[in-house]
Protein backbone atom coordinates (compact mmCIF):
# COMPACT_ATOMS: atom_id res chain seq x y z
CA UNK A 1 0.00 0.00 0.00
CA UNK A 2 2.12 3.01 -1.24
CA UNK A 3 -0.57 6.33 -0.10
CA UNK A 4 2.14 8.88 -0.97
CA UNK A 5 2.46 7.60 -4.57
CA UNK A 6 -1.50 7.58 -5.22
CA UNK A 7 -1.57 11.35 -3.63
CA UNK A 8 1.66 12.83 -5.14
CA UNK A 9 -0.91 11.09 -8.83
CA UNK A 10 -3.56 12.95 -7.58
CA UNK A 11 -1.79 16.17 -7.13
CA UNK A 12 0.07 16.31 -10.39
CA UNK A 13 -3.25 15.47 -12.18
CA UNK A 14 -5.21 18.61 -9.99
CA UNK A 15 -2.09 20.47 -10.01
CA UNK A 16 -3.16 21.90 -6.50
CA UNK A 17 -2.39 20.75 -3.02
CA UNK A 18 -5.01 17.62 -2.12
CA UNK A 19 -5.92 16.59 1.63
CA UNK A 20 -7.39 13.03 2.13
CA UNK A 21 -9.48 12.00 5.03
CA UNK A 22 -11.85 9.60 7.00
CA UNK A 23 -13.51 9.58 10.20
CA UNK A 24 -14.39 6.59 11.98
CA UNK A 25 -17.36 6.88 14.34
CA UNK A 26 -19.47 5.99 17.56
CA UNK A 27 -22.62 5.32 15.16
CA UNK A 28 -23.82 7.52 12.13
CA UNK A 29 -25.75 10.53 13.60
CA UNK A 30 -23.38 13.10 12.39
CA UNK A 31 -25.17 15.80 15.00
CA UNK A 32 -24.43 13.13 18.45
CA UNK A 33 -21.84 10.91 17.75
CA UNK A 34 -17.80 10.89 18.21
CA UNK A 35 -14.98 10.78 16.04
CA UNK A 36 -13.23 8.01 17.55
CA UNK A 37 -10.06 7.71 14.15
CA UNK A 38 -9.16 10.14 12.57
CA UNK A 39 -6.97 9.84 9.50
CA UNK A 40 -6.12 12.61 7.07
CA UNK A 41 -2.86 12.92 4.78
CA UNK A 42 -1.77 15.45 2.18
CA UNK A 43 0.16 16.36 -0.50
CA UNK A 44 1.46 19.57 -1.96
CA UNK A 45 4.81 21.11 -2.79
CA UNK A 46 6.59 20.33 0.31
CA UNK A 47 5.60 16.34 -0.38
CA UNK A 48 3.78 14.21 1.41
CA UNK A 49 2.43 13.93 5.21
CA UNK A 50 0.00 11.71 6.92
CA UNK A 51 -1.57 11.75 10.46
CA UNK A 52 -3.72 9.12 12.48
CA UNK A 53 -5.14 9.72 15.73
CA UNK A 54 -7.43 8.53 18.23
CA UNK A 55 -9.67 9.48 20.64
CA UNK A 56 -11.47 8.44 23.41
CA UNK A 57 -15.21 8.76 24.13
CA UNK A 58 -17.54 8.66 26.62
CA UNK A 59 -20.50 7.61 23.97
CA UNK A 60 -21.37 4.05 23.61
CA UNK A 61 -19.92 2.60 20.34
CA UNK A 62 -23.35 1.76 18.43
CA UNK A 63 -23.23 -2.18 17.17
CA UNK A 64 -23.33 -1.82 13.76
CA UNK A 65 -20.30 0.75 13.74
CA UNK A 66 -17.98 -1.74 16.44
CA UNK A 67 -18.72 -4.31 13.62
CA UNK A 68 -17.52 -2.67 11.19
CA UNK A 69 -14.83 -0.29 12.43
CA UNK A 70 -13.55 -3.07 15.20
CA UNK A 71 -12.58 -0.20 17.24
CA UNK A 72 -13.35 -0.83 21.17
CA UNK A 73 -13.92 1.40 24.67
CA UNK A 74 -11.15 -0.85 25.68
CA UNK A 75 -8.61 0.05 23.28
CA UNK A 76 -9.82 3.64 23.59
CA UNK A 77 -9.65 4.23 27.18
CA UNK A 78 -5.92 5.63 27.25
CA UNK A 79 -6.17 8.29 24.18
CA UNK A 80 -7.44 11.42 24.62
CA UNK A 81 -10.68 13.05 24.50
CA UNK A 82 -11.25 15.16 21.68
CA UNK A 83 -11.12 18.55 24.10
CA UNK A 84 -9.82 22.51 22.88
CA UNK A 85 -6.43 21.16 22.65
CA UNK A 86 -6.55 17.97 20.37
CA UNK A 87 -9.31 20.26 18.50
CA UNK A 88 -6.33 22.97 17.66
CA UNK A 89 -4.11 19.88 16.56
CA UNK A 90 -7.23 18.50 13.76
CA UNK A 91 -8.06 21.57 12.66
CA UNK A 92 -4.29 22.50 12.05
CA UNK A 93 -4.40 19.89 9.54
CA UNK A 94 -7.40 21.07 7.22
CA UNK A 95 -5.62 24.77 7.17
CA UNK A 96 -5.00 26.14 4.00
CA UNK A 97 -6.00 25.93 0.18
CA UNK A 98 -5.92 22.00 -0.28
CA UNK A 99 -8.52 20.47 -2.13
CA UNK A 100 -10.60 18.20 0.81
CA UNK A 101 -10.93 14.81 -0.80
CA UNK A 102 -12.92 11.83 0.73
CA UNK A 103 -15.37 8.93 0.53
CA UNK A 104 -19.08 10.17 0.60
CA UNK A 105 -17.53 13.25 3.05
CA UNK A 106 -19.43 15.79 2.15
CA UNK A 107 -22.20 14.28 3.40
CA UNK A 108 -20.51 12.47 6.48
CA UNK A 109 -17.35 12.80 7.63
CA UNK A 110 -17.06 16.77 6.92
CA UNK A 111 -20.61 17.68 8.60
CA UNK A 112 -19.48 15.27 11.90
CA UNK A 113 -15.72 16.31 11.55
CA UNK A 114 -17.10 19.80 12.14
CA UNK A 115 -19.98 19.06 14.78
CA UNK A 116 -17.09 17.56 16.66
CA UNK A 117 -14.57 20.50 16.35
CA UNK A 118 -17.84 22.94 17.20
CA UNK A 119 -18.56 20.91 20.21
CA UNK A 120 -14.28 21.43 21.71
CA UNK A 121 -14.84 25.25 20.80
CA UNK A 122 -13.60 25.52 17.89
CA UNK A 123 -15.50 28.15 15.00
CA UNK A 124 -12.97 28.24 12.41
CA UNK A 125 -13.80 24.91 11.23
CA UNK A 126 -17.25 26.21 9.24
CA UNK A 127 -15.13 27.31 6.76
CA UNK A 128 -14.74 23.94 5.20
CA UNK A 129 -17.78 24.17 4.22
CA UNK A 130 -16.60 26.79 1.51
CA UNK A 131 -13.32 24.81 0.37
CA UNK A 132 -13.45 23.06 -3.13
CA UNK A 133 -14.41 19.50 -2.92
CA UNK A 134 -13.62 15.79 -4.68
CA UNK A 135 -16.17 13.49 -3.03
CA UNK A 136 -14.91 9.79 -5.04
CA UNK A 137 -17.97 8.68 -3.98
CA UNK A 138 -20.20 11.09 -5.87
CA UNK A 139 -17.51 10.91 -9.00
CA UNK A 140 -17.96 7.25 -9.29
CA UNK A 141 -21.65 7.37 -8.39
CA UNK A 142 -22.62 8.44 -11.89
CA UNK A 143 -21.74 5.44 -13.23
CA UNK A 144 -22.15 3.02 -10.35
CA UNK A 145 -23.29 2.88 -6.49
CA UNK A 146 -21.55 0.09 -4.48
CA UNK A 147 -19.95 0.29 -0.95
CA UNK A 148 -16.10 1.31 -0.91
CA UNK A 149 -14.33 -2.03 -0.98
CA UNK A 150 -16.41 -3.59 -4.08
CA UNK A 151 -15.83 0.05 -5.64
CA UNK A 152 -11.86 -0.31 -4.82
CA UNK A 153 -12.05 -3.93 -6.24
CA UNK A 154 -14.14 -2.98 -9.88
CA UNK A 155 -11.63 0.03 -10.38
CA UNK A 156 -8.82 -0.99 -9.48
CA UNK A 157 -8.39 -5.03 -9.52
CA UNK A 158 -7.31 -5.10 -5.77
CA UNK A 159 -8.59 -6.48 -2.92
CA UNK A 160 -8.82 -4.66 0.28
CA UNK A 161 -7.16 -6.36 2.91
CA UNK A 162 -8.76 -4.25 6.18
CA UNK A 163 -11.83 -2.25 4.98
CA UNK A 164 -13.37 0.02 7.65
CA UNK A 165 -9.70 1.27 9.20
CA UNK A 166 -9.46 4.71 7.93
CA UNK A 167 -5.91 4.32 7.01
CA UNK A 168 -6.83 1.34 4.44
CA UNK A 169 -10.32 3.23 3.62
CA UNK A 170 -7.90 6.23 2.11
CA UNK A 171 -5.55 4.15 0.61
CA UNK A 172 -8.60 2.50 -1.49
CA UNK A 173 -10.15 5.92 -1.85
CA UNK A 174 -7.08 7.86 -3.05
CA UNK A 175 -6.43 4.94 -5.21
CA UNK A 176 -10.19 4.95 -7.17
CA UNK A 177 -9.62 8.78 -7.50
CA UNK A 178 -6.11 7.87 -9.18
CA UNK A 179 -7.99 5.65 -11.56
CA UNK A 180 -10.65 7.06 -12.46
CA UNK A 181 -8.87 10.78 -13.01
CA UNK A 182 -6.95 8.85 -16.19
CA UNK A 183 -10.22 8.75 -17.91
CA UNK A 184 -12.74 11.43 -16.30
CA UNK A 185 -11.77 14.92 -16.18
CA UNK A 186 -12.36 15.69 -11.99
CA UNK A 187 -13.43 19.07 -11.56
CA UNK A 188 -13.44 19.78 -7.61
CA UNK A 189 -17.49 21.62 -6.69
CA UNK A 190 -17.58 24.24 -4.36
CA UNK A 191 -20.40 23.94 -2.07
CA UNK A 192 -23.22 27.04 -1.98
CA UNK A 193 -24.31 25.42 1.40
CA UNK A 194 -24.53 27.84 3.90
CA UNK A 195 -25.47 25.72 7.35
CA UNK A 196 -24.96 21.78 7.84
CA UNK A 197 -28.36 21.12 7.89
CA UNK A 198 -29.35 22.68 4.63
CA UNK A 199 -32.06 25.42 6.20
CA UNK A 200 -29.84 28.21 4.53
CA UNK A 201 -29.57 29.75 1.05
CA UNK A 202 -28.29 32.33 -0.82
CA UNK A 203 -30.55 34.11 -3.07
CA UNK A 204 -30.61 37.21 -5.11
CA UNK A 205 -32.50 39.22 -2.64
CA UNK A 206 -31.06 37.58 0.55
CA UNK A 207 -31.08 35.07 3.23
CA UNK A 208 -33.52 33.01 3.03
CA UNK A 209 -35.08 29.61 4.41
CA UNK A 210 -34.06 26.32 2.36
CA UNK A 211 -36.50 23.88 3.58
CA UNK A 212 -38.97 23.78 6.14
CA UNK A 213 -42.60 25.25 6.48
CA UNK A 214 -40.88 28.94 5.33
CA UNK A 215 -39.07 27.65 2.93
CA UNK A 216 -37.75 29.87 -0.24
CA UNK A 217 -39.29 32.76 1.69
CA UNK A 218 -36.90 35.95 2.41
CA UNK A 219 -36.34 36.29 5.82
CA UNK A 220 -35.60 40.19 5.81
CA UNK A 221 -38.98 39.91 3.97
CA UNK A 222 -40.66 37.82 6.45
CA UNK A 223 -43.03 38.90 8.72
CA UNK A 224 -41.04 39.47 12.10
CA UNK A 225 -42.99 37.45 14.35
CA UNK A 226 -43.13 34.57 12.03
CA UNK A 227 -39.35 34.60 11.32
CA UNK A 228 -38.22 34.87 14.37
CA UNK A 229 -40.59 32.16 16.18
CA UNK A 230 -39.29 29.87 13.44
CA UNK A 231 -35.73 30.92 13.89
CA UNK A 232 -35.80 30.43 17.78
CA UNK A 233 -37.53 26.58 16.76
CA UNK A 234 -34.46 25.61 14.79
CA UNK A 235 -31.90 26.97 17.52
CA UNK A 236 -33.50 25.15 20.44
CA UNK A 237 -34.23 21.58 18.20
CA UNK A 238 -31.10 19.62 19.77
CA UNK A 239 -31.99 16.98 16.70
CA UNK A 240 -30.79 20.41 14.13
CA UNK A 241 -26.56 20.41 13.88
CA UNK A 242 -25.36 22.67 16.21
CA UNK A 243 -23.67 24.97 12.99
CA UNK A 244 -27.20 25.32 11.93
CA UNK A 245 -28.78 26.47 15.38
CA UNK A 246 -25.56 29.23 16.31
CA UNK A 247 -26.72 30.84 12.94
CA UNK A 248 -30.31 30.57 13.59
CA UNK A 249 -29.72 32.18 17.24
CA UNK A 250 -27.56 35.18 14.85
CA UNK A 251 -29.87 35.70 12.64
CA UNK A 252 -32.71 36.06 15.47
CA UNK A 253 -30.55 38.19 17.39
CA UNK A 254 -30.15 40.21 14.06
CA UNK A 255 -34.40 40.37 13.54
CA UNK A 256 -35.21 41.81 17.19
CA UNK A 257 -32.56 44.45 17.12
CA UNK A 258 -33.93 48.20 17.34
CA UNK A 259 -33.76 49.75 13.82
Avoid at 25 to 50: K, P, R, S
Avoid at 141 to 146: E, G, H, L, P, R
Avoid at 234 to 245: A, L, Q, V
Amino acid sequence: MNIEKTLKAVYDKLENPVIFFDCETTGLDTTQDDIIQLYACQYDENGFTENEMYFNTKRTISEGALEKHKITSEFLKDFPYLDADQAEIVWDLFKGDAIVCGYNHKNFDIPILIENLLRAGNRECVSLLKRPLVDVYKEYVKANTNELEVVFRRITGENMENAHNAVDDIYATSRILEELMKTSDIIPESSNQLDLSGFFVNEGNGLAFAKGKHKGKIIKDMNQHEATGYLDWISKNEGISKHTRLISQKLRAKLLQPS
